[in-house]
């Protein structure tokens, strides 16, 4: 039997009125035949990123959900597990992929950059 583990999180703050009060507003999502979705990074736009189970390969995949819902499937060319952990107000998301061998990468609008330290692939975080 497959379990779906759902994320919630806050979306996004507003202050209003004459004493600021900060709302939040959190979404329920999962990744559409995943086994799990783990949510990992937000920015101030609203995107999300994180990682999730495929159902087939029992391997993680990372996304990207917009603000506005829709979601990305991240998966590092040539490789067959994708983490995505980061995403900064510029939308660069940082991750790293593989089982065996990993590295780690930048992604922005479509393209994916390799992160190399000392000529070596390497994982990495990202920094506001």
């Known amino acids: 039997m497959l379990s779906r583990t759902t994320t919630v999180f806050p979306l996004f703050a507003a202050a209003s009125g004459a004493i600021a009060q900060t709302?939040?507003?959190f979404t329920t999502f999962s990744v559409p035949n995943s086994t799990y979705t783990?949510?990992?990074?937000?920015?101030e736009e609203g995107a999300v990123t994180g990682y999730f189970g495929v159902q087939a390969t029992g391997?993680?995949?990372?996304?990207?959900?917009?603000a506005s819902g829709k979601i990305t499937i991240l998966s590092y060319p040539g490789q067959s597990a994708t983490f995505t952990g980061g995403i900064n107000d510029f939308g660069v998301i940082a991750g790293s992929y593989g089982t065996s061998?990993?590295?780690g990468f930048l992604y922005r609008n479509g393209h994916y950059q390799n992160v190399l330290v000392k000529g070596q692939p390497a994982p990495l975080r990202l920094r506001q």
């Open 59 to 66: 391997l993680s995949q990372g996304f990207l959900r917009s």
């Open 23 to 25: 709302t939040y507003t």
């Open 101 to 103: 061998t990993v590295g």
């Open 38 to 43: 783990d949510a990992i990074a937000i920015n």
